[in-house]
């Protein structure tokens, strides 16, 4: 086992390079772009393939290709260049493409502040796309460790439902430096719980089933496959239609295979919540750390807390709301998105609360005392926003 003090960049590029990561295509842009420059050293080194690409469009484009020519592929960006993925994100989604996307989310609107962290594409990670009739599939670390560990898990799940998966990571995590594990051998990586298939080619004749089906084999150009893949409603052999039956058992099948294998997907961690607290600290990401110490400064104190922490965001785990409890979502940002899920997920009865910052983490303190106010059912004078679920 390897063990280096590294940033959660170092962490994402060398998850890739383990998990079978041939092609980066990238454009710079802070704080991504240490990814960039990693796996422009990194890959040659293993054989593989680093484009620096015209813009943040082309580069995905650019994965996309690689992916269809049966290679494991990623790109990362920030805020600003996540919301140019939109043409290339839906071919890949609704050609069923396997790829790896990192957004290292920074404050914004726009350009925002390029070295202060925000929670701003929560929603757009879900729906990066125009049309609808898809399901998204999203990781969020909230150390260095687990970008390392959930950049492996964003190319298993790729591989096994052929599709984009997206590592929502913030600015603290991509550019924060922590001890990191990178296992030597097998053994070391089933021990650390990593997840690694490669990558195999469908021969077809049926290259787009119309089923739930997972592990179907990606569509690969080449290789006398025989396959075809372009932008339009596929027959099951791959060729455009203008059917909507076919549009039917397309779209059914882009939701479906997702939402009924959601048990493969789902992570999320409860924080002393055994004793049903009245009081429940939601976040994930960066923020989920100062949550974490909230519980524990709290339960010092003698206050019922609890938190919970989401390491998958979608499909969003609604099962993680079913207690009756006082939520307080946690967030970077000031218009609260997080919350918004968690008002639709809460039981009858619950309270929802929102606590954004906007380009800075909350202190521990102002959690406890946030928490404390609503034990006491005071006003919360510092959270702009609230109100109940039901």
Not at 51 to 78: F, N
Not at 171 to 188: H, M, N, S, Y
Not at 268 to 293: C, F, H, M, Q, W
Not at 378 to 390: D, F, M, T, V
């Amino acid at each position: 086992m390897k063990r280096v003090f590294d940033t959660g960049n170092a962490a994402i590029t060398e998850a890739a390079i383990f998990a079978g990561c041939k092609v980066f295509a990238g454009y710079p842009i802070t704080p991504a772009t240490e990814i960039a420059e990693n796996m422009s050293r990194r890959l040659p080194q293993i054989g593989g393939y680093y484009v620096q690409a015209e813009d943040e469009l082309s580069a995905l484009h650019m994965c996309i290709g690689a992916s269809l020519g049966g290679l494991k592929a990623m790109t990362s960006t920030s805020g600003p260049g996540y919301v140019l993925y939109a043409d290339p994100y839906g071919w890949a989604l609704g050609s069923e493409i396997p790829v790896v996307v990192v957004n290292a989310q920074r404050v914004g609107p726009v350009s925002g502040i390029t070295g202060a962290p925000g929670q701003g594409e929560f929603y757009l990670s879900r729906y990066p796309t125009h049309g609808g009739n898809f399901e998204s599939i999203v990781l969020a670390p909230n150390s260095v460790q687990e970008a390392f560990s959930l950049t492996v898990e964003a190319f298993y799940l790729a591989e096994r439902f052929r599709m984009p998966v997206t590592v929502l990571a913030d600015q603290i995590v991509t550019d924060g430096w922590e001890t990191l594990l990178i296992p030597d051998t097998e053994a070391e990586a089933r021990e650390m719980g990593l997840r690694v298939v490669p990558r195999q080619i469908n021969y077809g004749p049926e290259f787009y089933p119309a089923t739930d089906e997972i592990d179907v084999p990606p569509v690969v150009l080449g290789h006398n496959t025989g396959a075809a893949c372009s932008d339009w409603t596929p027959t099951a052999e791959g060729f455009d239609t203008e059917e909507v039956e076919w549009q039917h058992k397309h779209a059914y099948r882009l939701i479906y295979k997702v939402r009924n294998h959601k048990d493969i997907i789902t992570r999320y961690e409860e924080i002393d919540t055994d004793d049903n607290p009245d009081v429940i600290l939601v976040a994930y990401g960066s923020p989920s750390r100062v949550v974490k110490s909230a519980v524990k400064a709290a339960r010092e104190q003698g206050l019922k807390v609890g938190g919970i922490r989401l390491v998958s965001i979608w499909p969003f785990p609604d099962e993680a709301f079913s207690r009756n409890a006082k939520y307080l979502s946690v967030e970077l940002n000031y218009d609260g998105q997080l919350v918004r899920e968690v008002q639709r997920s809460a039981q009858k009865g619950s309270e929802v609360h929102f606590l954004g910052r906007c380009g800075e983490l909350p202190k521990v303190a102002e959690l406890v005392e946030a928490a404390r106010n609503l034990l006491q059912n005071r006003p919360l004078a510092s959270i702009k926003w609230q109100r109940e679920a039901w």
